[in-house]
Structure formats: C-alpha cells, structure tokens
C-alpha cells in the first residue's frame, strides 16, 4: 500500500513537471486540480501506511533496546513531519484576501512562494518555510537508528564503555531533542522566519534546547559509563557458540 500510494504520488510529480506546470497546490485547470487531488490522497495513504508500521514496530522488539527506541521514536516523530505536510494545504490568508482560487495552500510562510531561496534545498530565504520542519521529521527514521547501530558497535568493541540501560537513555535523549528540533523549525516557520534569519527568540530557544540535550547526554555518560554489559542466558546463545 505504501509502495503503491508512493510510486503514485512520484508519477503525477514527474509528469506534472514533464507538462511544466506546477506539481503542488495547483489549481489552476480541472486536470491540475484532479492531479493535485490524487496527491493528496496519497499522502494520506502513506500516513496511514506508516502509522500501522509504527504501531506494528512499537508491538514487537528488537534483540538491541537501544535499536527497538530508535525505530520506535523514529516512527512516532515521523509520523508527526509527514502531518506537518497538511498545514501546506490549507489556502493562506493572502489567497483568501484576494479571492485566489487557481493556487491553493502554500510551502511559505509570510512570503509567496517562488521567491529567494537557499541552495540545493530550495527553502525559502526571505520567509517561513514549513518544509524544513516536514523534511527533519519525516526523516528521524535515518539517524535515530543510525546513533543506536553506532552505540551499538562501540559497546560490542569497548564493551566497556557504555551498558545497555545507558545507550537506551541516550536514544531517549537524542529522540527527545529531535523532536525538540521538529517543533523549534516548524515555530519558527509558522512565524514567517526564514531558517537562516532567526530572531532573539528563536535563538533563545534553540540554545535552551541544546543545553538540556547536552545536560540529559553528559548524565547519562556521568551514571552509565563503566556499567556492566548484560549477561546473556545461556539458552539464548546463538547454536554453536
């Protein structure tokens, strides 16, 4: 279902831009609509294909806690980016000033979209852009995982260094500030501020975010540190070891 709802929603991008017309918020002619239409319902396919996945990965763990966090954190704060993509759907106040009917939403806060923008990502530089917060999100699945399958190595070879209740801790921290992340870029874009343009507040923010995820990290390093590994029980050895 997911790999359908993706491989639709990938079609219609393409062909829009093989048409050159716009795959987003396109409402301009009854075919731009109907396409934009079946975006949608993909998108909400794709959202309900990963809720089931992440309940699914919350109802049955891995060997590794420290792994089984990370997916399951992963999943949750996922599921929570790919929302964030239905707050560009609704039409902005300058569409609804203006009586604008043939665009429909947009990915700028403050500013229209289409205007100055960073490189490679294409986010908006003058503006709000409630893409950023909807791209951390939607990819928490990658460096979760990838920080317990790091702890992981680092304890099978210095299997000194960190026990498993510590590497758990961790994951809870690092997920806890990711999130933290997801919420400050999607605030700061709702308030129309460009990533690259953050005012006092944000800044304040942004330091109190990484201060508390330092703190939780140098505290669980401070009690976790030197820790005993976990014995294994001896039924569950792998045969012939």
Do not use: C, K
């Not at 918020?25 to 079946?38: C, G, I, Q, R």
């Not at 299997?159 to 933290?180: E, F, K, P, Q, T």
Request: net charge positive; hydrophobic share 55%.
């Amino acid at each position: 279902m997911i790999v359908v709802a993706a491989v639709v929603e990938m079609a219609v991008i393409v062909g829009q831009v093989i048409r050159g017309r716009r795959s987003h918020f396109d409402n301009e002619t009854p075919l731009d609509e109907a396409l934009f239409s079946v975006m949608g319902t993909t998108v909400v396919v794709l959202w309900l294909g990963t809720l089931v996945l992440a309940v699914a990965l919350w109802r049955r763990p891995l060997v590794d806690r420290s792994a089984t966090w990370a997916i399951r954190l992963g999943s949750v704060i996922g599921l929570g980016g790919l929302a964030l993509g239905f707050l560009m759907t609704s039409p902005t106040d300058a569409q609804l000033a203006r009586q604008i009917t043939d665009t429909v939403g947009a990915h700028s806060v403050g500013v229209p979209d289409g205007g100055p923008h960073l490189p490679v990502t294409g986010w908006s530089a003058t503006g709000g852009d409630l893409r950023i917060a909807h791209f951390v999100g939607m990819h928490a699945l990658q460096p979760l995982p990838l920080l317990a399958l790091a702890l992981a190595f680092a304890a099978g070879r210095y299997g000194w260094a960190l026990g498993d209740n510590a590497r758990v801790r961790l994951i809870l921290v690092s997920g806890a500030g990711y999130a933290g992340l997801v919420a400050l870029t999607a605030w700061q874009a709702l308030r129309g501020q460009a990533l690259t343009s953050p005012d006092a507040l944000t800044l304040g923010a942004a330091a109190a975010l990484a201060v508390v995820v330092a703190a939780g990290v140098l505290l669980v390093l401070r009690t976790g540190r030197g820790a005993p590994a976990e014995a294994v029980p001896e039924g569950a050895r792998a045969p012939g070891r």
